[in-house]
């Protein structure tokens, strides 16, 4: 019977797979040839795969690239699922000449020949391919159009520009704090806005405490107003008070009577409210005295100015500051500050909002509160703007044992004639402006042409704002509801020219009520009063002292610290002088 040796097996000392290199066979000499790795999950359908692409990202197969073996090949892998590793080793037997390419260099220096052609009909060829100049091409960059990107007209070379498509291949843009974090400050919580979403609060009725300040009616003409009929935008000089919590003197005599535990203004309120929609970085400074709290902003913070674009997918930018941990860096290309970055984009949209509210009421038909301003003094000569505060008390006890209740200084910008007394809160109205700067420019957000589509396709231009601007809107609802406004007036701002961020029109003025208007932009005023809720009870577990409640400028989360009660106060020493009256902004 013929027999069976088993040959001799060589092990791998190593304890990996495959053959080990201080262990080789005298008759094989794998030595100095390269090895792949592989996988015991690999699935070895094929020995040899003309259509893969290597590492580098060029392609294996010689000739130009068959869009159908492609695709083939890309369902293959999805069938097949993808190899854990070794799937992309092949480049590791492949050739490259480094030495030849880099001891090449050009001679000849004359221009190119214009290519023309070169590929099949339905494709992009010669103008528009590699620029943006092409018609096609910018209107595929805008829009997000089929064939859009970096070909020309419709079907372009490949299937691109559409919104969110491989994003991650973006520059990473990073934003900075809206406030230096010193190492002295202490992190005592971090919430995640996923948590903030799923609170839930529901809040009676609030109860009105005083009346301050003077409203004018509202001009109804600007309701009439159409992209044939605009209206320029004019300078108006008043001024209007933007004060804190703390430096307000009825919330200090509130707060000396214990009306309420938590006082708060209607704009640091809203931006808490609406923090799971916000995406810019702000913070909001809680001090605690005794048994109360006061949230208040700080001078020149992110309070004082309305963003544009916050929300869209490719919001506005500002030049890349230079690298402070690298000073001696060269700058290849010095980006001047341009009219649509997102600070001028800012501080042009608060000249917008400010103007329009004063330019659309008729300073000659008042209504009187209950108390003049009580930010205005007599040394004033400046005229004020139209504006009337509101001091409401807001429940937010779960159980009828509870004593929490919040005060908040609501304001309003003007009334409608013949729809009751406005001092007793009826026809209160608050007026916003949205504004469109160029729509071809980076971070318009797909936005249309408004003098184009304002009249005849309002809903599409509606929805545009709703969806690039979510977090402004929402914003200002709340500050409606927590006033009480029976109307919101919106204007549409545009620019005389696109290029120049100093001349406006006024295109169209929309009336809508608040509580409706929450409903369309899906504002929850539940979930807004719960994280109210939420942050009051943090801090009421803490110890008496100054506090910083931070957004994170690139995620989605908010952080508590513990800053000392000297924090953000010596360049207010510095600025203010003894006897001064509250901050206040004339435009």
Not at 16 to 27: A, D, F, K, T
Not at 338 to 347: M, P, V
Not at 459 to 464: I, L, M, N, Q, R
Request: charged share 25%; hydrophobic share 30%.
């Amino acid at each position: 019977m013929a027999s069976f040796s088993l040959p001799h097996i060589h092990d791998n000392p190593d304890g990996g797979w495959g053959p080990s290199s201080s262990n080789i066979p005298e008759q094989f000499k794998f030595k100095d040839i390269p090895y792949a790795p592989y996988s015991k999950s690999d699935k070895l359908g094929r020995f040899a795969d003309w259509n893969d692409t290597t590492g580098d990202s060029r392609q294996t197969a010689v000739g130009p690239p068959n869009t159908r073996d492609t695709r083939g090949a890309a369902g293959r892998s999805k069938r097949e699922g993808a190899q854990a590793f070794g799937s992309g080793t092949a480049s590791a037997f492949a050739y490259f000449h480094v030495e030849d390419e880099s001891s090449f260099s050009l001679v000849d220096n004359k221009a190119a020949p214009p290519r023309r052609g070169g590929f099949a009909r339905g494709r992009a060829s010669g103008r528009g391919l590699n620029s943006f100049s092409g018609r096609g091409a910018q209107r595929g960059a805008q829009r997000g159009a089929r064939g859009g990107g970096m070909a020309g007209g419709r079907g372009g070379g490949q299937r691109g520009g559409r919104r969110g498509w491989r994003d991650w291949e973006k520059t990473n843009r990073t934003r900075e704090s809206s406030v230096a974090i010193s190492p002295q400050w202490t992190m005592l919580e971090e919430i995640e806005f996923h948590r903030l979403a799923k609170l839930k609060l529901e809040v009676d009725e609030p109860e009105d405490i005083d009346t301050y300040g003077r409203v004018f009616v509202y001009e109804k003409s600007y309701d009439r107003i159409t992209t044939k009929t605009e209206r320029p935008l004019q300078l108006v000089d008043r001024i209007k008070y933007n004060t804190t919590t703390s430096d307000d003197p009825v919330i200090q005599e509130l707060a000396a009577k214990n009306t309420a535990t938590v006082y708060a203004s209607d704009v640091i309120l809203s931006v808490l409210m609406c923090a799971p929609r916000s995406v810019y970085p702000w913070d909001i400074v809680i001090v605690r005295e005794g048994n109360n709290l006061f949230f208040d902003k700080r001078d020149g913070g992110p309070f004082d100015t309305v963003t544009v674009n916050e929300n869209a997918s490719d919001p506005p930018q500002d030049p890349t500051p230079p690298n402070p941990n690298n000073p001696t860096e060269k700058v290849a290309v010095l980006e001047t500050p341009s009219i649509n970055s997102a600070t001028s984009l800012s501080l042009e949209a608060t000249y917008i909002n400010q103007n329009f509210g004063f330019q659309s009421v008729q300073e000659n038909v008042t209504a009187d509160f209950a108390h003049p301003n009580p930010f205005y003094g007599p040394e004033e000569t400046e005229p004020l703007a139209s504006c009337g505060y509101r001091y409401r008390v807001f429940d937010l006890g779960i159980t009828e044992d509870e004593d929490i209740k919040i005060c908040v200084r609501t304001e309003v910008d003007a009334y409608i004639a013949g729809q009751g007394n406005p001092a007793e809160g009826h026809g209160l109205v608050t007026i916003r402006a949205l504004n469109e700067f160029d729509p071809r420019a980076q971070g318009a957000g797909g936005a249309p042409d408004w003098r184009s589509k304002l009249d005849s396709q309002r809903g599409a231009v509606v929805a545009t704002e709703m969806k690039n601007n979510s977090c402004k809107l929402a914003k200002w609802t709340v500050q409606s509801v927590l006033a009480g406004a029976e109307l919101m007036k919106i204007g549409y701002i545009s620019r005389v020219n696109p290029k120049d961020n100093t001349r406006h029109v006024i295109l169209s003025t929309a009336s809508m009520r608040p509580t409706d208007f929450a409903a369309q932009l899906n504002v929850s005023l539940a979930n807004g009063w719960g994280i109210v809720r939420t942050i009051t009870d943090l801090c009421m577990k803490m110890p008496e002292g100054k506090y910083v409640l931070i957004k994170d400028p690139n995620k989605s989360v908010i952080r508590l610290y513990s800053v000392p009660m000297t924090a953000f106060t010596e360049d207010e020493e510095g600025e203010a002088f003894e006897g001064e009256e509250p901050e206040s902004t004339a435009y």
